[in-house]
């Protein structure tokens, strides 16, 4: 069965003058010095399309929901939606009531009323019910719409009650938002017979975080070229020297599992680095591939960067998912920001995809995110629809569940 989505004519004729009921991913970065000021409204503005979508299709009331933080499943104001809410009615220029909880009594009436086009239900995970995927939750949250919207890819790897379980009261009555199709088209580009020659670029810092991801990727890749801190695990694997470089014993272990694989020929290392006597101290540009005792790599080095450039220029599909150093600071920023360069200039020539939260704020930086074919917001959830072909939520909202 194939998923179906908002653009849809099914959907078109199932809103009109319906109560639609959309989940989103309003789990937003607030700014450190200002609790109550989104630090990054992506997420918000990915999903104002499809509320524009819904609004455009005739719905009668649009009843948005999200979870935000991690409450633990107790209500605590300082993760409340009131920022979401604030920010959605100035986009879309619309009223946007938030209710006092998801289970609030007075949705009922709210909903019943001409007023208050757009309801947003107050945190999901303010109920320990959510997180446990309980169906009496579910099932309360399927009374508020006729039609339900599945647009949080960013939550579709977790088993939620409003992720999952209630698909079960929508059957034939869900559909994928916008974002969630460009999600799942893009990554099914990288998953399903990806144009060759297919190169992924991993960084990072765990090995461990990332075994799933690498396994998989190397049954499909042409080349794997692993920078960041995830390198220095597979160059102590093989006999190289990485002073006090993070790596912890586990790594070295998995990456000894993986060079011991019939792929490990697509594995390309580092063969030179940027270290330092401190973190984040002056710079030494150490030209070979071992670290000496004492130094600590931070950045891969410029042999490296023309080397992992070589690989690229002539690739057909990428995937980027970590950055290669300590972008964040500017001395160390060089090899991350090469390999932001070098995608940009394939516009056109191949199909980039960005995934992971530290690589899309990297591309960010850089300036040169409209340059990516697609950037994912899903962080945790593209790498998890890599490894597995899907995800739980896009499973539940393709063939629903009893």
């Not at 630090?39 to 948005?64: F, N, Q, S």
């Not at 670290?291 to 450039?309: K, M, V």
């Not at 290669?324 to 920001?337: A, D, I, R």
């Amino acid at each position: 069965m194939a998923l179906k989505f908002i653009t849809e004519e099914s959907f078109k004729t199932q809103a009109k003058d319906k109560k639609v009921l959309a989940r989103f991913d309003f789990n937003v970065p607030m700014d450190k010095n200002n609790p109550t000021k989104i630090a990054d409204t992506t997420r918000i503005d990915e999903a104002i399309p499809t509320i524009k979508a819904i609004l455009e299709a005739g719905a009668k009331k649009v009843i948005l929901m999200s979870h935000f933080g991690r409450p633990k499943g107790k209500i605590d104001m300082a993760y409340s939606l009131e920022p979401v809410a604030t920010y959605l009615a100035e986009a879309l220029g619309m009223e946007v009531t938030l209710t006092e909880t998801a289970l609030d009594r007075g949705i009922k009436t709210l909903l019943g009323l001409n007023e208050s086009k757009i309801v947003l239900l107050q945190n999901l995970r303010f109920h320990p019910e959510e997180e446990a995927n309980d169906r009496d939750f579910a099932r309360t949250l399927s009374t508020y719409g006729d039609v339900f919207v599945f647009d949080a890819f960013g939550a579709a790897h977790r088993k939620h009650a409003s992720t999952y379980e209630i698909n079960a009261f929508f059957k034939n009555k869900a559909y994928g938002g916008l974002l969630l199709q460009r999600e799942v088209e893009s990554l099914d580009r990288v998953t399903n017979n990806p144009a060759k020659p297919f190169v992924a670029v991993v960084g990072g810092s765990k090995v461990s975080d990332k075994i799933k991801i690498i396994e998989a990727l190397l049954t499909s890749v042409d080349k794997l070229l692993i920078g960041g801190a995830m390198a220095y695990p597979f160059l102590k694997a093989k006999g190289h020297t990485v002073g006090n470089s993070l790596c912890s014993d586990e790594d070295v272990s998995l990456a000894k599992r993986i060079l011991g694989m019939p792929s490990k020929n697509k594995i390309v290392l580092p063969s030179d680095h940027i270290v330092s006597l401190t973190f984040g101290g002056a710079p030494i540009d150490l030209g070979q591939t071992n670290i000496e005792e004492g130094q600590i790599g931070l950045d891969i080095g410029p042999s490296t960067l023309a080397n992992f450039n070589d690989y690229l220029a002539t690739a057909k599909t990428v995937l980027w998912n970590g950055p290669m150093g300590l972008f964040e600071n500017p001395v160390y920023s060089k090899g991350t920001f090469g390999i932001a360069k070098t995608l940009a200039s394939l516009q056109g020539k191949a199909f980039t995809l960005v995934g992971g939260g530290d690589s899309v704020a990297a591309v960010n930086q850089s300036g040169l995110a409209s340059k990516m074919s697609h950037i994912s917001t899903g962080g945790g959830a593209s790498l998890e629809y890599i490894e597995n072909g899907t995800l739980p939520g896009i499973q539940a909202l393709k063939f629903g569940i009893d």
